[in-house]
């Protein structure tokens, strides 16, 4: 018997190793310690000693679940490699003042963050309520960092009952860098 739901949380939260342990371990009788393992991030890279030369395991964070969706979207590209993300934000009626204010104070933090080159908000001129976050990181483990921060934790928390909807995250990657004149 298989459980495509825990298959499907599987595949946005872990990595393409982690996938196969999961769905060798889903049975009648694991479906609930691998529900309880996913969501606790035991299957995270950290976990399967994916970080980098000379990283302990200590030092690297579980991917955050962000991180996974965004790994996933840029596909065989390698983690060190820069990337922007671009993530769609719906606010509640009457919230996008509040939805402002969060990133106000959580921008200029961020953009002092090591691995930050641009992070922008932008507002849509004709739905008040639709802004689309700018993001540019130089590596998947910069952004992963960055979600795990105190005040993107705190930023996280504040946008989620202020969004009409699940945010949308699109990912794409830099082909070239244009020559500065």
Request: charged letters at 25%.
């Amino acid at each position: 018997m298989t459980f495509p739901c825990i298959y499907g949380k599987a595949d946005r939260i872990c990595g393409k190793a982690d996938r196969s342990i999961v769905r060798r371990l889903v049975s009648t009788a694991g479906m609930l310690a691998v529900s309880v393992f996913v969501s606790a991030g035991v299957f995270s890279n950290a976990a399967f000693g994916d970080q980098q030369d000379g990283d302990s395991v200590a030092a690297v964070k579980p991917l955050h679940p962000l991180a996974a969706e965004i790994k996933s979207q840029l596909a065989d590209r390698p983690a060190d490699k820069p990337f922007v993300a671009a993530v769609t934000l719906k606010a509640n009626p009457g919230a996008a003042k509040k939805v402002v204010a969060a990133m106000r104070e959580a921008t200029p933090i961020t953009r002092k963050e090591e691995g930050n080159v641009a992070y922008l908000l932008l507002r849509d001129p004709s739905d008040k309520n639709l802004f689309v976050l700018f993001e540019r990181w130089k590596s998947l483990d910069s952004l992963n960092a960055h979600l795990h921060a105190e005040h993107t934790v705190k930023l996280l928390e504040t946008l989620e009952p202020l969004s009409s909807e699940a945010p949308k995250v699109d990912v794409m990657y830099p082909v070239f860098f244009p020559r500065a004149k």
